[in-house]
Antibody, heavy 117, light 113 residues
Framework: VRLAESGGDVVQPGRSLRLSCAASGFNFHNYAMNWIRQAPGKGLEWVALITYDGSNDYYTDSVKGRFTISRDNFKDTLFLQMDSLRVEDTAVYYC???????????WGQGTLVTVSS | ETVMTQTPLSLSVTPGQPASLSCKSS???????????LHWYLQKPGQPPQLLIYEVSNRFSGVPDRFSGSGSGTDFTLTISRVEAEDVGVYYCMQSINLPTLTFGGGTKVEIK
């Protein structure tokens, strides 16, 4: 199992950013996927989840209406569209594949998003 | 929202000695399917988190048998039978009973004396 995030950058508050997570080594279309973030020096915070077929997606309250998780099962890629970014969204963003029951089991190395004016 | 509380905040352990980490949830993690959705992760310095234990007591693939999990309902424990230098890092518990929302504890930092 390999997960490789990309797309992290330094952006101003209010701007948008799209993260990608390229998956390999497993049947991507069979598994739910998560985005989990970690602010500098802080703990882990679950951000969003998408079911294996993309039919359902879920978000933590602080990003609802601003972030959108999606996936391309033909290209084995997970996405996180982040709009109206805030300073408090600054974090390393990890994608993670479920083991079962949405439990994150396999994690990428993460990509850093910095929101600053 | 299910709140996960971990104690202690930090732990300094002599190599070869045992370590015990606690995690308490604000509500029972026992599901009607009979499973308890409490999991443990270790984040080593500079690395992403790695799954150690899932559903209270099941070691994930490749996890050494010095790691074990126990507990039920709202109280859970991760035990390291003999701490090694490579075990340093922050340990997090996580609940997945209140799907689809997942919540993590604040973490316990383990250091070597």
């Amino acid at each position: 199992v390999r997960l490789a995030e990309s797309g992290g950058d330094v952006v101003q508050p209010g701007r948008s950013l799209r993260l990608s997570c390229a998956a390999s080594g497993f049947n991507f279309h069979n598994y739910a996927m998560n985005w989990i973030r970690q602010a500098p020096g802080k703990g882990l915070e679950w951000v969003a989840l998408i079911t294996y077929d993309g039919s359902n997606d879920y978000y933590t309250d602080s990003v609802k209406g601003r972030f959108t998780i999606s996936r391309d099962n033909f290209k084995d890629t997970l996405f996180l569209q982040m709009d109206s970014l805030r300073v408090e969204d600054t974090a390393v963003y990890y994608c993670a594949r479920e083991l079962s029951g949405y439990t994150p089991a396999y994690w990428g190395q993460g990509t850093l998003v910095t929101v600053s004016s | 929202e299910t709140v996960m509380t971990q104690t202690p905040l930090s732990l300094s352990v002599t190599p070869g000695q045992p370590a015990s980490l606690s995690c308490k949830s604000s509500q029972s993690l026992l599901h009607s399917d009979g499973k308890t959705y409490l999991h443990w992760y270790l984040q080593k310095p500079g690395q992403p988190p790695q799954l150690l234990i899932y559903e209270v007591s099941n070691r994930f693939s490749g996890v050494p048998d010095r790691f074990s999990g126990s507990g039920s309902g709202t109280d859970f424990t991760l035990t390291i039978s003999r701490v090694e230098a490579e075990d340093v890092g922050v340990y997090y518990c996580m609940q997945s009973i209140n799907l689809p929302t997942l919540t993590f504890g604040g973490g316990t930092k383990v250091e070597i004396k």
